[in-house]
Structure formats: C-alpha cells, structure tokens
C-alpha cells in the first residue's frame, strides 16, 4: 500500500498524528508531493520525518521560495518562510541542501506526481470542484493533455477530490475510497496534512492499493501547533486557521 501525502507545513502534530495511521493501514512507501515546511512551527522535525521516510519528496512553491528567496507570498506566508530559512540555516543546514535537490515533479509509470497542476508543476492550482465550470475544463483537459501518463497526483490547493471524465468526486466519511481502472483517466488531489482548507480541520492523506484509492481524514491535538506558531513569533492567523479547516 502507497501512500500519497502533501502539503505537510511543518505541522508536526498532523503529520505524527497520519505516520501513525499509516503505520496501522500497513503502508509500505511514501510518496510526497510538495510543500513540507512554511506557515508552521516545527520545520527541522517535519523535513527530517520527510528525508526520512518518503521515497519521493517534490520542490513544492514553498520550497522553491525556500531554497531561491523568491515568491508570490502573501505577508504571512512570506514571514513565515523567511523564519523556516533563518532555523533550518542555524539548526540543519543539510536539510536546507536536501531541500536545493527537490525536483518539481515526478513519473512513476502511469501516474505523474507534481504539487501544482501539469501545466505548471509547483506553482499552478488545479481548479476548485465546486465551480462547475472550472469543474468541466477540468475534465476536459484529461483527454486533451494527459498524454503519457493517465493519473495526475497533485497537492497545492489543500482540499481532496477525484476528478475522472465521468465528473468530479468529493470524498467524505460516508464515502472515501473510489476505484480508477487500469488506463481510466484522473485528476487526484489528495488534501493536505498539515493545513487543511475544506473546512474540515482534520489531516487529509490518501492510500492506493491496486486500483482503488482511499481518503483518510486524522484528527490530532492542533492547539500544540497553534501555541508553537505564536510562541515562534509567526501571524496568529496561520495558528487560528488550524482549528477552522480553513
């Protein structure tokens, strides 16, 4: 069993909390699709977990800013990483050169792995479900541009979905797991452990075995995480959001 993670933001608290729970699924290989560290408050214990543990780790936007000094953050995403550069110099200055090695995306036979979309793999969003008309152009570039590879695994816009040219699925408790056949069609966004933004404050991962794909939603204790990010110094609103899903 494979599981597929991202959008980890240095929450150590989700992402202990969804170690366990893949230990206890029987998960055998990680792969990781971007954006380990911003907004959160342990960087140095999650980038070790991920260098760790994951078999693919990608370069995700907030690594890129990382690594370059450049992004398109808004203030607090932008303190936010600046402090991440500033410890990992200080505290783990190999973590800051594993980081320079990401590459933005990855092909393992049929499936491609980035952390933004196929046209863009660290920076672009793939298109909120619920807009129908995003929703169809959505569909619509599965036969038009998958060509090479027939599932796209992408993180980014931290909110899970299936997208197949039969329309666009949106897991939840009462049905989580969904099956592509071999050669079928997808768009998969697996969710985001660390700062999940579906109003559902809960880590989101989600597991393949086979052809069938399951989402995972993981409670954890996220008030360490919201007095960790305050006490660092980091905007009370990366903290505060934790608690909504949002």
């Not at 990382?66 to 398109?72: A, D, S």
């Amino acid at each position: 069993m494979i599981a597929i993670v991202s959008d980890l933001h240095s929450n150590l608290e989700a992402v202990t909390a969804v170690m366990a729970e893949c230990r206890r699924l029987g998960v055998t290989d990680y792969l990781c699709l971007g954006d380990v560290i911003g907004y959160g408050p342990d960087p140095v214990a999650v980038a070790s977990i991920a260098r760790d543990t994951f078999a693919v780790s990608l370069c995700g936007n907030h690594e890129e800013a990382l690594v370059t000094g450049k992004h398109r953050f808004n203030p607090h995403a932008a303190q936010a990483i600046d402090w991440t550069r500033r410890r990992l110099k200080a505290d783990a200055p190999d973590l800051m050169a594993w980081f320079g090695e990401r590459k933005p995306f990855a092909l393992k036979g049929s499936w491609l792995l980035v952390h933004g979309s196929i046209y863009d793999p660290v920076h672009d969003y793939v298109d909120e479900p619920e807009n129908p008309i995003e929703s169809q152009q959505m569909i619509d570039t599965l036969d038009r541009d998958f060509s090479g590879f027939d599932i796209c695994f992408a993180g980014h816009n931290h909110t899970p979905f299936v997208a197949t040219t039969l329309g666009v699925m949106i897991p939840h408790d009462g049905h989580h797991t969904f099956r592509i056949p071999k050669g079928h069609k997808a768009y998969i966004c697996v969710g985001s452990v660390g700062q999940p933004r579906d109003r559902d404050p809960r880590a989101s991962f989600a597991t393949i075995d086979g052809e069938q794909i399951t989402f995972h939603r993981v409670p954890y204790d996220h008030a360490p995480t919201r007095a960790k990010i305050i006490t660092n110094g980091l905007n009370r609103f990366l903290a505060d959001r934790l608690a909504e899903g949002l």
